[in-house]
């Protein structure tokens, strides 16, 4: 019999700390946003940190992960400084990107986030490369993809699901069904009554799971790291949940309802797995307050360190390609060098050097 | 021969464009196990130009990849194989075929160094044979270089020879960068010549100048190179001597050598087998206008292309739909009598 997450101290530590540090992280963007500190917009999963918290705690720290452009959770979840978080949305020098890719392109390699990503299912055919390269490797590592029920509809999540399930790799689909592409509903757009369903598409397991409850998540997504990390390749898990937010900061939320929305609340799965450890006395009271102040000063940290950044390198043209040995010349045209001009030629102006770049847009 | 130099023990052997690739991607594999193909019928078939033939054999299913008809798919595999230590070789079987796979080359691929702050590189190769004159119609036959070249991120090469075929993909696979290696399909068995043993990688921003003439310059890529050298010597018999410039590889752009050679003879003809609106010698005719090498044009820059429209099926009408040799001797001719 497992050790439920919610009856071991370090576990249950563990798991509330990453849930309200994700919770505290999006709540002070959210409310830097409404202050007008942050540019841009920003995705946010609130309500949805169970799914995050419960996959990467079934990984190891060398397994990698993809994410989506509502990653903040995930990329939390994976172990990711707080601190250089929240420099990357203040587009500082020291964040994540160092302020070029902002909340929908965090990444921390090192940690094996390969990065959320703005475009909806862009990451599923990464994890199965990532997968197929883990398993060249002869490595036991395993990869996971976070989507949500939107890229379901995507030809990229398709055929990447197919190539992972012939070709035995090992990866791990979690798809974070929030009930909403933006604003069309996942019932809407597909027959089926479940996301994992489509697993039987390409006769891999595939299951659906209670997404606001961190044993559960935990529980699929470790069963599927084992079946991938011992060679039987991937699983489709379908997290049910919820995101209180908007899908960003245009959203009026005029495709759902109050009382919807109110309905989830009450399904917090902070709150739920909070009662969870209290009834199981595995923490008291003042155990559990102290952890979510514990993540409410790491936020705030993250902010301090963030704002405190020197804002990004405009050496924008040097950033775009990696040095290279084999380059004669800069791949990223800087026009032509000054060349004297012929006899009695006269020096009529011409225009700026090709590859100028134009002024960069302020953040 | 245009490779840059050769060894004193370099040898040379015969081979077709095709041949050369395959020596390039046999001897990168054999030197690099982080290498690997994968592909639309690259195993047993070969490949659908064989340029891939016999590798199954020699490296296993492993290292030479069948892929489904999956495009995106396989470009997405390839950059998330880069990113976690490969140096994966995906081939699309017809570069066309890219449309599908455009998320994963262009807002995935082409990105995420920049994205990332630098933090991960994407060193992947996407081996795209291209082009037209094998009845092959609309959606078998484009030249697309000028969407890659306009994407910042990704190097494009155009080789037009087997030496520097060869050369330039050993290059490619040694680019932390992602390449789209570009190959004109008339090329893989019609071209045949020299080219160097062993793996010798060509800088990628060389730009070869393999016939030199006073009257003009003629730069032409990829098939249109071989064009432009038979015209030049039907030329010669004219008594007009012109130099070709080749640029082998777009992105990087060997501007410099370009701007020499056009300053040296004061007339430029530009050669493309791709349409002419947004075609990338258009970007070399801005590069020379925008540069003091305007003021050495004793002519306006001229312009062969291929039509603005779709490559169409019949024999003739594909054939005109693109520039020929005689096409360049009568655009050179007339060049060289301006003004």
Request: aromatic share 6%.
């Amino acid at each position: 019999m497992v050790t439920k997450l919610a009856e071991s101290k370090d576990d249950a530590g563990r798991v509330l700390a990453t849930m309200w540090t994700i919770r505290r992280f999006e709540e002070a963007v959210d409310e830097m946003f409404a202050r007008g500190l942050l540019y841009g917009t920003m995705h946010l999963s609130i309500g949805q940190e169970a799914s995050a918290t419960g996959a990467c705690l079934a990984l190891r720290d060398d397994d990698v992960i993809t994410s989506t452009h509502r990653g903040h959770g995930h990329c939390i979840a994976k172990g990711a400084d707080l601190g250089r978080m929240m420099a990357e949305l203040l587009a500082r020098d020291t964040g994540y990107c160092r302020g070029r890719g902002g909340s929908m392109h965090i990444a921390d390699v090192s940690k094996g986030n390969l990065g959320a990503n703005g475009i909806v299912a862009g990451g599923i055919p990464i994890a199965v490369g990532a997968a197929l390269a883990l398993k060249l490797q002869g490595s036991d590592k395993v990869a996971l993809s976070f989507f949500g029920d939107g890229a379901t509809s995507e030809g990229a999540f398709h055929e990447s699901v197919n190539l992972a399930a012939i070709w035995d790799l090992p990866v791990v689909f979690v798809c974070e069904n929030n009930h909403y592409g933006m604003s069309m509903s996942v019932e809407e757009v597909s027959r089926l009554e479940r996301v994992a369903d489509r697993a039987a598409g390409y006769a891999i397991p595939g299951g659906t799971v209670d997404g606001n409850d961190v044993q559960e998540v935990y529980e699929a997504v470790a069963q599927a790291v084992a079946h991938a990390r011992a060679g039987q390749g991937p699983t489709l898990i379908e997290a049910v949940t919820y995101r209180w937010k908007g899908h960003s900061k245009s959203d009026q939320n005029l495709y759902r309802t109050r009382e919807e929305i109110e309905s989830w609340r009450q399904r917090d799965p902070i709150d739920r797995f909070e009662q969870a450890v209290l009834e199981a006395g595995t923490l008291d009271q003042g155990e559990v307050q102290k952890l979510r102040d514990q993540a409410r000063d790491a936020v705030r940290d993250a902010v301090r360190t963030g704002q405190a950044g020197p804002p990004s390198s405009s050496d924008l043209l040097g950033a775009v390609y990696a040095p290279s040995e084999v380059d004669a010349v800069s791949p990223t045209s800087e026009g032509a060098p000054a060349e004297p001009l012929p006899d009695g030629a006269a020096p009529t102006p011409v225009a700026a050097a090709a590859g100028t770049r134009g002024e960069a847009e302020a953040p | 021969m245009t490779t840059t130099e050769t060894q004193a023990e370099t040898q040379l052997e015969t081979m077709t464009f095709a041949e050369a690739i395959r020596a390039a991607l046999t001897e990168a594999m054999e030197a690099d196990e982080r290498v690997f193909v994968l592909g639309e019928d690259i195993g047993v078939y070969g490949g659908a130009f064989g340029v891939t033939t016999g590798m199954l054999d020699r490296f296993g299913p492993e290292r030479i990849r069948d892929t489904p008809i999956a495009e995106e798919a396989i470009m997405g595999a390839a950059v998330g194989a880069a990113l976690c230590g490969m140096r994966p070789v995906a081939e699309m079987q017809f570069s066309d075929f890219t449309a599908h796979a455009m998320d994963q080359l262009v807002n995935q691929a082409a990105k995420v160094y920049f994205m990332l702050g630098g933090a991960v590189s994407v060193p992947l190769v996407l081996r795209l044979p291209f082009g037209s004159g094998t009845g092959a119609a609309a959606q078998h036959s484009q030249s697309q270089e000028a969407w890659y070249a306009h994407t910042p991120g990704l190097k494009v090469v155009m080789p037009s020879n087997p030496a520097d075929a060869k050369g330039l993909l050993h290059a490619a696979i040694r680019d932390p960068n992602p390449v789209v290696f570009m190959e004109h399909k008339v090329l893989y068995r019609t071209a045949s010549g020299p080219v160097p043993t062993g793996s010798e990688a060509i800088p990628l921003g060389v730009a070869a100048v393999p016939r030199e003439g006073d009257d003009l310059t003629i730069v032409a890529t990829g098939i249109m190179v071989s064009r432009a050298l038979a015209a030049a010597e039907e030329l010669a018999s004219q008594g007009i001597e012109a130099t070709v410039v080749d640029p082998r590889t777009l992105k990087p752009l060997d501007e410099a050598t370009i701007l020499e050679r056009v300053r040296a003879t004061g007339r430029v003809l530009l050669v493309q087998e791709a349409p002419r609106s947004g075609g990338f010698t258009a970007e070399i005719a801005a590069r020379i206008t925008e540069s003091d090498t305007l003021y050495y044009l004793l002519a306006p820059i001229r312009r062969l292309s291929g039509l603005d429209a779709p490559i169409p099926y019949n024999p003739d009408l594909e054939k005109a739909s693109v520039p020929q040799v005689p096409d360049i001797v009568q655009a050179a001719r007339t060049l060289v009598k301006e003004p």
